[in-house]
């Protein structure tokens, strides 16, 4: 068994009883927000879960920023949580990120998802509750 467990791919391909690999009918996208630290980001990503502003979050806990802020040439350790949503709860997942964010002017920035796994889209879609 390979290392991760999983057991090998077979060459054969697998039958598609999902729908198949399509652009949704219904728009998602996903935020990709940066923190200070995994703490923060899990925080902030799993009250958007549990309001269902987004339908599933990741937080990637470690990774390097380099940027220009006030001037000078800053290195940051950061965390990356990316948020996969309904595209109409973009705006107020957004505001809830910004609310909740500890730094001053945070990268907070949503991508449009353009095709994917249909059944993964409409359950992402059907963890996001719309404003009525």
């Known amino acids: 068994m390979p290392e991760n467990d999983k057991p090998p791919m077979s060459d054969s391909p697998k039958p598609d009883n999902r729908g198949g690999d399509t652009a949704p009918d219904a728009p ?14 899990l925080t902030v990503g799993r009250s ?10 990741n ?7 380099v940027y220009v802020w006030k001037g000078v040439t800053e290195t940051s350790d950061e965390a990356v949580m990316i948020a996969k949503l309904a595209a109409e709860g973009a705006d107020r997942a957004v505001a809830h990120i910004l609310a909740n964010h500890p730094y ?7 991508l449009p998802v353009t095709g994917g796994s249909a059944e993964y889209l409409t359950w992402v879609r059907a963890g996001t509750e719309l404003q009525k």
Do not use: K
């Not at 937080?59 to 920023?65: I, K, Q, R």
């Not at 001053?104 to 949503?110: C, D, G, H, N, W």
């Open 48 to 57: 958007l879960v549990e309001q269902r502003l987004a339908g599933c979050v």
């Open 28 to 41: 998602v996208v996903m935020i990709y927000a940066t923190f200070p630290d995994r703490e923060t980001a």
């Open 59 to 65: 937080v990637l806990p470690a990774m390097t920023s």
């Open 104 to 110: 001053e002017t945070p990268a907070v920035l949503v």
